[in-house]
């Protein structure tokens, strides 16, 4: 069964910066990609950013310059480096991992709050 745990969020100021990351378990992770998104209040689920099982990136223009998303495929992880945050980056961020378009699993959530 295909487990996505994540960790690492909570709350920070402005401009500070956290790691999260995701424990993958059940699955070949390797020939995955991998995601993060996230769901602030009151608005859909949007990609943060994603990375393919060959380690090529993508990031939505919003964070890009400010967050890295990073995977290790030995240790069936994979991570969000996020930077210079700000309080429009507060959700609940969820890891992706995407096997096909039919075989998609989500982690629990992790709730990122940035605020003063």
């Known amino acids: 069964q295909v487990q996505l745990v994540e960790s690492g969020g909570g709350l920070v100021q402005p401009g500070g910066s956290l790691r999260l990351s995701c424990a993958a378990s059940?699955?070949?992770?390797?020939?995955?990609?991998m995601g993060w998104y996230r769901q602030a209040p009151g608005k859909q689920r949007e990609l943060v950013a994603d990375?393919?099982?060959?380690?090529?990136?993508n990031h939505v223009d919003s964070v890009k310059g400010r967050f890295t998303i990073s995977r290790d495929n030995a240790k069936n992880m994979v991570y969000l480096q996020m930077n210079s945050l700000k309080p429009e980056d507060t959700a609940v961020y969820y890891c992706?991992?995407?096997?096909?378009?039919?075989?998609?699993?989500w982690g629990q959530g992790t709730q990122v709050t940035v605020s003063s």
């Open positions: 990375i393919t099982s060959g380690g090529s990136t």
């Open positions: 992706n991992a995407r096997f096909s378009l039919s075989r998609v699993y």
């Open positions: 059940g699955g070949i992770f390797s020939r995955s990609t």
